[in-house]
C-alpha cells in the first residue's frame, strides 16, 4: 500500500519586548545662575511637574550653574537617577548642558561644532534596555544643542550656524540615528533659511514634528506655538512683550517618525510647555491657563522668559533587532529507495515528526 509521509519542523521561539518612553525637553533658562540663582526653585517646580528624561538647556553660564540644577532641580524628592555631561564653555558668557535620566539613558560621547558665535554642542546617548541580548542593536540617540543668533536682521548668521551644524552631521551620516536638535533658534518664520537648510539639506534631512511651515512671528493664528515671551514686560533682564514668537523649536531625523532605528515619536506630544494659545501677546500667567497648575504657570514666567519645548518619545527594541533571513531544510522523498534525503541542515539542530496518513 502506497503511503505518505508528512515532515513537520519544529522549534520557532517567540521573545516578549516591552516598550519604554522618553521625554525630550529643550529649555532656554535666561543667564543662569547670574539673571538670579533664586530661580532655581521654578525650574524645580517645572521640572518635577514635567519629569523629562533628557533635558538640554541653553544660556547656563557656568558649571556651577549646572551643578545647582542638577542637585536642586533634579535630583530631588528622593530621586538620584539625574546625571549631566560635562560642561565645555564655549568662550561666550552663555552655553548649553544636556541632563539626562540615568536609569534610562547612558552616555557615550559629546563634541563641540565650532560657530562664528557660540558652540552647537553635540551629545551621543543610548538606552540601557533591560532587554538587551545578542540579537538586538543598541539604540543610540543623537542630541545636537543651538543657540543660534538672536536679531530679526541676523537671519544669514543664523543659516550659517545651521549650515555648520549640517557640515558635521554628512561627515557622520552613515552611523547617525535617531537625531534630535533643537534649542533658541531666534527664527522669525519658518521660511528663514536656517529653518530651509535644516529641513531640506545635506544628508540628514530633518522635520518638524508638528510640521508647520509659517510665518508666525506675532500673529494670533499661531499662538498656541508660541514660546517667547512668558512676560510682556522685561523681568531679570529677559526679554518683553508678551507671547507672540516661536523661537524654541525641536527638529527630528526621519527616522524618528518612522521607527527605523527603535525610536518612534509620539504623535501630538509635542508641545509649548505651558502654552494653552489664550496669552497672544500677554503674560503667560495672566488669568487661567489651562495648560498646567497655577504654581506651574507662575514657575515658567518667573524661570525665563521662554517657555521650554518638551516631546515624548517610545523605544522599540523590536526595531533594533537584526533581520536575518532563515533557510529551512530542502526534504524530498524518493519512492523507488522508500528514503528522505535531507539537504540545507547547515549544522543546525531540527525535531523531525513522522506521521503515517
Known sequence: MKKSLLLLMLGLTSIAFSQDSLRIMYHNILNFPSAGANRIDTLRTILTYAKPDVYVVCELETAAGGDMILNQALNVNGQTNYERVAFVDGGTYTNNLLFYNSDKLGFISQE?????????????????SPNLTAQTDTIYLNFFACHLKAGSSDY??????????????????????????????????????????MKNTGDVPLFDPIDVSANWSNDWAYADIHTQSTRTGSLQGGAGGGMDDRFDLIFVSEDVLDNDNGVKYINNSYKALGQDGNHFNDNI??????????????????????????????????????????EFPTVRYNALEHSLNLSGLNGESYRLKLFDL
Do not use: C, W
Open 112 to 128: 563641540e561644532i565650532g560657530t562664528v558665535l557660540r558652540d552647537i554642542n553635540t551629545y551621543v546617548l543610548y538606552y540601557k
Open 285 to 326: 500667567n495672566d488669568g487661567f491657563n489651562s495648560a498646567a497648575t497655577d504654581s506651574v504657570i507662575n514657575a515658567l514666567y518667573y524661570a525665563s522668559d521662554h517657555l521650554p519645548v518638551i516631546m515624548d518619545v517610545v523605544l522599540d527594541e523590536t526595531a533594533a533587532i537584526k533581520q536575518e533571513k532563515v
Open 156 to 197: 544669514q548668521q543664523r543659516n550659517t550656524e545651521i549650515q555648520q551644524a549640517k557640515f558635521y552631521m554628512n561627515s557622520i551620516s552613515e552611523k547617525l540615528e535617531n537625531v534630535f536638535i533643537g534649542g533658541d533658534m531666534n527664527v522669525y518664520s519658518g521660511f528663514e533659511s536656517a529653518i530651509l537648510t
